[in-house]
């Protein structure tokens, strides 16, 4: 899938007072195996109602004449609930496949969604899955590599952005399930990752920049600007408002900026670095 500007490796200094982030640490990870047909029914807000089913499964169907076995790991949405992912073309046949997301990412309105009503070989969208008789995998999560799930649901009538985080097995019989979070405020975007609290579960730390910031409200320093530096200020929708080029320490006023929350982007040569600011 395409890559949102708010990228792929982040970090996040979090002001906890305005976390809106409900997180599930799913724990032990739970691993589901396709031998025993195993399945995860995910509640994002503990309401009862279940919003998608994570399982694994073996799958014998016929591709125009083809007659295979697919084994791997499935999503399937329940009411309007969506994931972000694709209708694939496989020998004739619709199969649908959930993109993956990396930490760091935007999981928000603008990204292409899907549903378990959709015309597929799977009750669902497919993760990482093998056809025995093809010798190889299909879908974009790799093997033994956590990823994570986009997800749009509903809650009272609301739509709600959240993320699941999955690893799939190199021989896709068995996937973890490792934990899940939900943007409590309706019609805001969620970072893959985020869980109301400081730094992201899933990113490797060693791709930070060392860029120090400090916030006082509307003023935003920033320290140890040591190479050129790219400064971008999006709002929640994705969209980008301000941009800076730095080469040594600097400082910006975000004047005309609304009340709430906004994402910093810090751009160094072989860094990157993502961090929450709120204007109150």
Known sequence: MKKNLLTLFAVFTFLTCFSQIQYTD??????????????????????????????????????????????????????????????????????????????????????GYINSSMPSVFAGAGLRVTATSLNTSLGEFQG?????????????????YGW???????????????????????????????????????FDESIVSNVNILQLNREIYFENITQPTKVQVFNVLGSEI????????????????DLGLYLLVITTKNNKQVQKIYIQ
Not at 191 to 196: L, M, T, V
Not at 246 to 253: C, L, V
Request: one cysteine or more.
């Open 26 to 111: 799913v724990n032990p990870d739970l691993t589901l195996q396709a031998s025993s047909s195993d399945s995860y029914p995910l509640d994002f807000n503990a309401d009862a109602s279940i919003d998608l089913i994570i399982y694994e499964s073996e799958v014998d169907t016929n591709l125009n004449g083809f007659v295979l076995t697919f084994i791997g790991g499935v999503v399937n949405t329940l009411g309007v609930t969506e994931i972000v992912g694709t209708d694939s073309l496989i020998f004739g046949s619709n199969i649908l496949f959930v993109d993956t997301i990396g930490a760091g990412e935007l999981i928000d309105g603008s990204l």
């Open 144 to 160: 033994a590599q956590d990823g994570y799930i986009g997800v749009k649901f509903d809650i009272s009538g609301n739509t709600h």
């Open 164 to 202: 699941v985080r999955v690893n799939t097995a190199e021989d896709c019989y068995s996937l973890i399930v490792k934990d899940f979070a939900y943007e409590t405020t309706p019609n805001t975007g969620i970072i893959a990752g985020d869980y109301g609290g400081s730094g992201l579960v899933g």
């Open 242 to 257: 301000k941009n800076y080029d730095f080469r040594t320490n600097q400082n910006i006023i975000l004047d005309n900026a």
